[in-house]
């Protein structure tokens, strides 16, 4: 009888018994696990330097306890900077390895190829190393999915505005761009600064295939055009070549070249003075500006590099933009709390206000609300000069 007794009260003890909390994926009481793709081969396989650095970041934050006692892990995945490949990636991530967000994918149209993906999982697509402009501005249609970079558009919008100023009577505008998503935000936003002057400054645009072999014809009508200033909104070997093909024909216009085609790596073209004078924009810190080199945060980088990169190099500027994003990350699920979903992580990553990144330029902050999905709108402009980037001027509103 007391036996029965005993049984009775362990089963109605067991009902009572609140729910155990429902199991996150990729978040153990010693880990989080995130995903990433990026081209880690190909000919765009240098901007796999933001996952380096991400990487080497984690790994201090590991060294130093964690978040919240958890050590990050990130797994990220080689797609070559073909968008097929990313989203079988994003899908992998989240299917077999259970990471519980997905952190900087690289590029902008293998993140167009991600987000569909991650938002069906509801699975945090965060801080895209990518500024297409659509990964902020689409948050109704994607809630699962935020950006990092400067926007494409508020880029092209700051290049128009240093175009203005600078405008004379002989001011005529050529624009190379690379004929996708990516270079068309460029153009719009070059297009919506000029404002009214658009349609009388921009004698030529002329777009290429990103599976071209070259962009010699372009650079050689636009010089055919008149123009006076040319804006490369490319990539890679595309930017190179226009740099180079300008030269050879002896064309020398006031030259405005997109942030991710301006590593100091690509800059450095033979001859030297091919770049000379370009202008551009930062938001990271690069390690190879002079004006940077007794700066506390390239400093803390280079020390990153040296103790959790092996055989990472500390002029990499792609390495420590990698560790910008991963710096905002850290801060984020810091502010998610030690009870970590998904959902708490888009809740601070949509309502962040740091100020105090050390891979930042001076005056770069992150914000976001839930309505503005735009962590960096600020820039500062630089100059290509002997061989170095110097920068110039205020900093600069990078609006959408």
């Known amino acids: 009888m007391f036996g029965a007794f005993v049984a009775l009260l362990a089963l109605v003890l067991a009902g009572s018994a609140a729910p155990a909390p429902p199991v996150t994926p990729g978040v153990t009481a010693t880990r989080i696990l995130l995903g990433s793709s990026g081209p880690l081969s ?3 396989a240098s901007a796999a330097g933001f996952l380096r650095g991400e990487g080497a970041y984690f790994r201090y934050v590991n060294a130093h306890g964690g978040v919240f006692g958890r050590q990050i892990q990130l ?3 080689d797609d070559a900077s073909s968008s097929v490949r990313a989203a079988a990636n994003a899908q992998h991530l989240i299917d077999h390895d259970g990471v519980f967000a997905l952190f900087s994918v690289v590029g902008t149209n293998s993140n167009l190829a991600v987000r569909p993906v991650a938002n069906r999982a509801r ?14 501005s689409d948050y109704a249609r994607y809630p699962w999915t935020i950006g990092y ?11 128009a505005s240093d175009i203005l100023a600078r405008r004379t009577a ?63 909104f490319a990539y890679g070997r595309f930017a190179i070549q226009a740099f180079v093909y300008a030269d050879k024909l002896n064309w020398h216009p006031k030259i405005y070249v997109n942030d991710v085609a301006a590593a100091s ?16 924009i930062l938001w990271a810190k690069d390690p190879t500006t002079p004006r940077f080199a007794n ?24 390495v420590v933009a990698g ?78």
């Open 323 to 400: 560790m910008a994003e991963a710096y905002s990350l850290v801060d984020a699920l810091r502010a998610a709390g030690r009870v970590l979903t998904r959902a708490r992580l888009m809740a601070a990553v949509t309502n962040i206000d740091e100020t105090t990144n050390p891979f930042l330029a001076p005056g770069i902050a992150v914000r976001t609300t839930p309505t503005s999905r735009f962590p960096i709108t600020q820039v500062r402009l630089q100059r290509w000069h002997d061989g170095h980037w110097e920068p110039f001027g205020p900093v600069r509103v990078a609006s959408p």
């Open 170 to 232: 002989k001011t005529k505008i050529g624009v190379l761009y690379q004929s996708d998503p990516y270079g068309w935000d460029l153009l719009r936003g070059l297009r919506k600064g000029l404002g009214a002057q658009a349609a009388k400054l921009i004698v030529r645009a002329v777009g290429y295939e990103p599976t071209a072999p070259s962009v010699e014809s372009q650079i050689a009508r636009l010089k055919a055009s008149g123009a006076t200033t040319l804006c490369i």
């Open 149 to 159: 970079l400067p926007t494409y558009s508020g880029e092209g919008g700051v290049y």
């Open 295 to 318: 700066d506390a945060g390239v400093a803390f980088a280079r020390r990153i590099v040296k103790a959790f990169l092996p055989g990472g190099s500390t002029s990499d500027s792609f």
């Open 42 to 44: 190909g000919q765009t």
């Open 123 to 136: 699975v945090p697509q965060v801080f895209s190393a990518s500024g297409a402009t659509t990964l902020g």
């Open 265 to 280: 790596s690509t800059m450095r073209l033979n001859p030297q003075d091919t770049a000379e004078g370009a202008v551009s």
């Open 75 to 77: 797994a990220y995945l």
